[in-house]
T-cell receptor
Framework: NAGVTQTPKFQVLKTGQSMTLQCAQDMNHEYMSWYRQDPGMGLRLIHYSVGAGITDQGEVPNGYNVSRSTTEDFPLRLLSAAPSQTSVYFC?????????FGPGTRLTVL | AQSVTQLDSQVPVFEEAPVELRCNYSSSVSVYLFWYVQYPNQGLQLLLKYLSGSTLVKGINGFEAEFNKSQTSFHLRKPSVHISDTAEYFCAVSDLGQGAQKLVFGQGTRLTINP
C-alpha cells in the first residue's frame, strides 16, 4: 500500500496564479483533510471531508477550495495564489483511531 | 473546542540524557491524545496515542507518555535519547466523538540532540 500520496513535492507560483495540489489514499478511509504548516504555528486545518461529495471548512479555509468526487482523491485548489499562502501543505486520511499523513508539498508564492 | 499548548518551542539535550516534552490541552469533553514526530523534510509519523485504558502509553522508538486528566497534560518522555531523535514533535487532541478524524495540533517542540 502506498498510503497517502501528494503531488507535487515542490511548487513555485507567482501571485495570482492558480494551481491544484493532488492527494490520494489507498486505505479506503472516508475522512480526509488538508493542513498547512507554518513555523511556530503547528498544523492548521484548511478543509476536510467525511466522504465523497461532503466537504467542510476548517480553521483557515480562505483562499482554498476542495471537492471530493471519489473516496480516494481529495485535491486542494488555490484559485489566486498570494504570498501568505507560502507554506508546507499536508494531506491526511484517517480511520477512527489514527490519521495518516502524506509527505507534504512545499509551496512558495512570489 | 479543543486547544493544545506545547510549553517549549525548543529543547536541547545531550545524547543519552533523558528528555520530557510537555503538552497541555484544553477541552470540555473527553479526548483522544496523540504525539507525532516529523523528521527533517518529511511528513508526520505517529509516535503514540491515548484512546482509553492505561494512562501510561508506550510508543515507537522508546518513547512513552502519561495522560493526566486532572492536570490536562500528556507529556512525552524518553529515558535516553539518541542523535536520531532530532526532530520536531507535535502533540494533538481530538474529541471522543470525532475520534482521530479532526485533530487540533500544538505549535510543535523542536528537539535537538547534541553529542
Amino acid at each position: 500500500n502506498a498510503g497517502v500520496t501528494q503531488t507535487p513535492k515542490f511548487q513555485v507560483l507567482k501571485t495570482g496564479q492558480s494551481m491544484t495540489l493532488q492527494c490520494a489514499q489507498d486505505m479506503n478511509h472516508e475522512y480526509m483533510s488538508w493542513y498547512r504548516q507554518d513555523p511556530g504555528m503547528g498544523l492548521r486545518l484548511i478543509h476536510y471531508s467525511v466522504g465523497a461529495g461532503i466537504t467542510d471548512q476548517g480553521e483557515v479555509p480562505n483562499g482554498y477550495n476542495v471537492s471530493r468526487s471519489t473516496t480516494e482523491d481529495f485535491p486542494l485548489r488555490l484559485l489566486s495564489a498570494a504570498p501568505s499562502q507560502t507554506s508546507v501543505y499536508f494531506c491526511a486520511s484517517s480511520n477512527r483511531f489514527e490519521q495518516f499523513f502524506g509527505p507534504g508539498t512545499r509551496l512558495t508564492v512570489l | 473546542a479543543q486547544s493544545v499548548t506545547q510549553l517549549d518551542s525548543q529543547v536541547p539535550v545531550f545524547e543519552e540524557a533523558p528528555v520530557e516534552l510537555r503538552c497541555n490541552y484544553s477541552s470540555s469533553v473527553s479526548v483522544y491524545l496523540f504525539w507525532y514526530v516529523q523528521y527533517p523534510n518529511q511528513g508526520l509519523q505517529l509516535l503514540l496515542k491515548y484512546l482509553s485504558g492505561s494512562t501510561l502509553v508506550k510508543g515507537i522508538n522508546g518513547f512513552e507518555a502519561e495522560f493526566n486528566k486532572s492536570q490536562t497534560s500528556f507529556h512525552l518522555r524518553k529515558p535516553s535519547v539518541h542523535i536520531s531523535d532530532t526532530a520536531e514533535y507535535f502533540c494533538a487532541v481530538s474529541d471522543l466523538g470525532q475520534g482521530a478524524q479532526k485533530l487540533v495540533f500544538g505549535q510543535g517542540t523542536r528537539l535537538t540532540i547534541n553529542p
